[in-house]
């Protein structure tokens, strides 16, 4: 009893902590450093500091480490508990995710003097360019590759049990993290709606470990969702910080390797459906697309490409007249619905 739930229980808190004064300093230290953006949605465009993902990404790896340091002090020799979860594992994983946090911020931090053109529309922040976001996020796979993460033996939905054998750490994990990572960046249009999404899928990945799964993901699942919460308090509507690429990045890549530590893929694939959704929407157009709508006097907006959807937040522009804060819940709304979906999904003993 001590161990499953003390164990779980200080690296979130300690998570928590660490992120939410992370993001309170990032505040002002990244206005001042003009790592910001232009908040669109607002009747007038306003300016908020950028890359808030800093904070969650260490918020994470303190976590983490929190739970190495319960078992090898005060005394190497007598550790307050003999650690279930592979230090190996965690190590890769708080690298993978500090690593492509870096690459998101990298992306944050080319602002402009000027508007440049970005997509279908145009903003301060330039970025990197399309092609090298998927290269250099494929540098969060090495530490996994590199400790032959994961089991290759993988429950596919409605497909049965595939063996992947060497091509699991050598394809499928690199692959993974790459697809994790920008497409979990394609949902953020509205304060909080990344984050809030993000909040119930590590939520659900924390109950599915519980009742089903591995102590690993348990740990990972909601230390990750701890982070999460301390930045969220900040980022939800109307936000004081915006998530930027390090948020989105890290977190893609911090859900991808929690489902794929805690052995649970199958229920992972479920809960990553909107952005799995989102991706095919994007891809329908080059990727060179919106997903902000167009902001009419009353606060509530209307799809830039009209009935044409090119993303998530096109459906529900279409569907009626919601404000900033209506478009994330709705977006929150249809990660809850894949969740009871995966949920029922394994009961029903098909995942």
């Known amino acids: 009893m001590y161990h499953t739930y003390i164990t779980i229980i200080i690296p979130a808190i300690i998570a928590f902590i660490i992120s939410l004064a992370g993001t309170r300093f990032l505040i002002s230290y990244m206005r001042d450093a003009g790592i910001i953006g232009i908040d669109k949605n607002k009747r007038v465009g306003i300016s908020l500091p950028s890359s808030g993902g800093i904070a969650v990404a260490i918020g994470f790896a303190v976590g983490v480490f929190a739970y190495v340091f319960g078992s090898s002090f005060p005394n190497p020799s007598a550790p307050l508990y003999v650690p279930v979860a592979s230090l190996e594992y965690l190590f890769a994983s708080v690298l993978a995710v500090i690593m492509i946090s870096i690459v998101g911020f990298l992306d944050d931090i080319n602002v402009q003097r000027s508007e440049v053109q970005s997509t279908d529309m145009r903003d301060i922040r330039k970025g990197l360019k399309q092609w090298q976001k998927p290269l250099l996020t494929l540098i969060g796979a090495i530490p996994l590759m590199a400790v032959n993460a994961g089991v290759s033996m993988v429950h596919l939905p409605f497909v ?32 909080g709606m990344a984050a809030g999404g993000s909040l119930i899928a590590t939520m659900a ?43 989105t990045y890290a977190v893609g890549a911090g859900l991808i390797v929690t489902m794929i530590l805690g052995n649970m893929e199958s229920f992972g694939i479920i809960i990553f459906m909107p952005w799995i959704i989102e991706f095919l929407l994007h891809a329908r157009r080059g990727f060179r697309v919106t997903t902000l709508g167009k902001r009419r006097a009353d606060g509530t907006f209307a799809s830039p490409y009209g009935k044409r959807i090119y993303s998530l937040t096109h459906v529900a522009m279409n569907i009626g007249r919601f404000n900033e804060w209506e478009l994330s819940a709705f977006i929150w709304l249809v990660e809850f619905g894949f969740v009871i979906i995966a949920f029922g999904l394994k009961l029903l003993n098909l995942l």
């Open 160 to 191: 049965g049990t595939v063996n992947f054998g060497i091509f699991y750490p050598l394809i499928i994990i690199p692959l993974a993290i790459i697809f994790g990572a920008n497409a979990f960046n394609l949902v953020e249009s509205a304060n």
């Open 205 to 247: 990945m924390f109950i599915y470990s519980v009742l089903f799964g591995t102590y690993i993901g348990a740990l990972l699942s909601i230390v990750l969702f701890a982070s999460i919460l301390g930045f969220f308090i900040y980022n939800r509507y109307p936000a004081r910080i915006l998530s930027g690429d390090s948020f």
